[in-house]
């Protein structure tokens, strides 16, 4: 006889995610919340991972890459506050789970991944994907009014802030001494402020480590 394990009632594991984890931290602004709701976030994740697709931590996507959890991405956006129409650059897109929320909100996103595979797997999703290395962005889409570098980095290359518009929103998570906190600057003509919030346990992307200075 064959025993199946039950099939996880998504539906309401993301009602609970809502509930229990976004608004608690105080992500709050409409349209992000909605589009959380809405996105399954089980089918952007590794398939023997989606029974803890809702958990409020890293999850495995393929490929040695992981999902941050839905707090990292309901935070940096509710700061963001992102509106419908503008133009967005997710980079380190993954499997596309942060692109499709900003698409659900209806912005026109594009998705920057360096992996091969978690580029197809974007595509399958319905996200619109091209590949590079993150660090250097995708000027060829510039400007954007929203970027985001989706996980922890120790550094935002010049070369993707050139890349936001007037006003434009940027949103990551930078890592100092090893503690990376989540993160969002705003351009003001060819000016760029950073502020910090809280600390996060986002995934860490490639490419984006600080030269090593020489030491004796």
Partial sequence: ????????????????????????????????????????????????????AYIDRTVPMGD???????VVLGTLLTEMMPVAGERA???GCGTGYSAAVLK???LDVTGLESSAFLAE???????????????QGW???????LILIDGAVERIPDAIVDQLAD???????????GIS????????????????????GAAALPGFSCPQLFTF
Avoid: C, W
């Fill in 64 to 70: 040695g890459r992981m999902l941050s959890g839905p």
């Fill in 104 to 106: 659900q909100i209806g």
């Fill in 1 to 52: 006889m064959t025993i199946h394990a039950p099939v996880p009632d998504y539906a309401a594991a993301r009602a609970a995610m809502v509930d229990a984890q976004l608004r608690p931290e105080g992500v709050n602004y409409p349209p992000v919340v909605e589009a959380m709701a809405a996105v399954k976030r089980e089918e952007f994740v590794a398939e023997d991972a989606r029974p803890i």
């Fill in 167 to 177: 006003h434009g929103r940027l949103g990551t998570a930078l890592i100092d001494r």
């Fill in 89 to 91: 650059l997710v980079v």
């Fill in 181 to 200: 906190r989540l993160a969002v600057g705003r351009r003001a003509g060819k000016g760029f402020g950073i502020h910090t919030m809280a600390d996060s």
């Fill in 121 to 135: 797997r974007a595509r399958s999703l319905g996200i619109s994907v091209v590949e590079g290395p993150l660090e």
């Fill in 139 to 145: 000027a060829k889409g510039a400007p954007y009014n």
